[in-house]
């Protein structure tokens, strides 16, 4: 970047040299990039936030809690979620199969960032549920 005048554009390109341009940046270079494929997708956040509401939890359990999900997708959920180490499967030996899910200690590492959107999210249910019109 070439300074050409001092003033405004002089703190614009200083400021575009700190943090960057866009066009030398890669969004999949970002620590955001990896965290949203970790938990991206449908279904993703409702198991980590069953998880962490309730601990030790069993597929029937999680499939009635999350309601819409079907047998196959929550199974493929969540293989994608322990495979990435988010959460553990406990299986015991035993006639019917029993399965049990909980978060892993990488998974409990979200839960500060789950917490903050619960209340993000129970703030601004509650703002859409009571406007007021004066605030627009």
């Known amino acids: 970047?070439?300074?050409?005048?001092?003033?405004?554009?002089?703190?614009?390109?200083?400021?575009?040299m700190i943090k960057g341009c866009i066009a030398d940046c890669k969004l999949e270079d970002a620590g955001f990039h990896y965290t949203m494929t970790l938990i991206q997708g449908k279904y993703k956040m409702f198991i980590l936030?069953?998880?962490?509401?309730?601990?030790?939890?069993?597929?029937?359990?999680?499939?009635?809690?999350?309601?819409?999900?079907?047998?196959?997708?929550?199974?493929?959920?969540?293989?994608?979620?322990?495979?990435?180490?988010?959460?553990?499967?406990?299986?015991?030996?035993?006639?019917?199969?029993k399965v049990e899910y909980s978060l892993t200690k990488r998974g409990e590492s979200l839960i500060p960032i789950l917490d903050q959107l619960c209340i993000w999210g129970e703030k601004h249910r509650l703002d859409s549920l009571h406007p007021d019109p004066i605030a627009k």
């Open 1 to 16: 970047i070439q300074v050409r005048t001092l003033g405004l554009y002089t703190i614009l390109e200083e400021i575009i």
């Open 49 to 97: 936030y069953a998880l962490a509401e309730f601990g030790v939890v069993r597929f029937n359990a999680l499939k009635k809690f999350i309601g819409e999900i079907s047998f196959k997708t929550l199974s493929k959920t969540l293989k994608d979620l322990e495979s990435d180490g988010l959460i553990h499967r406990e299986e015991y030996p035993q006639v019917p199969p």
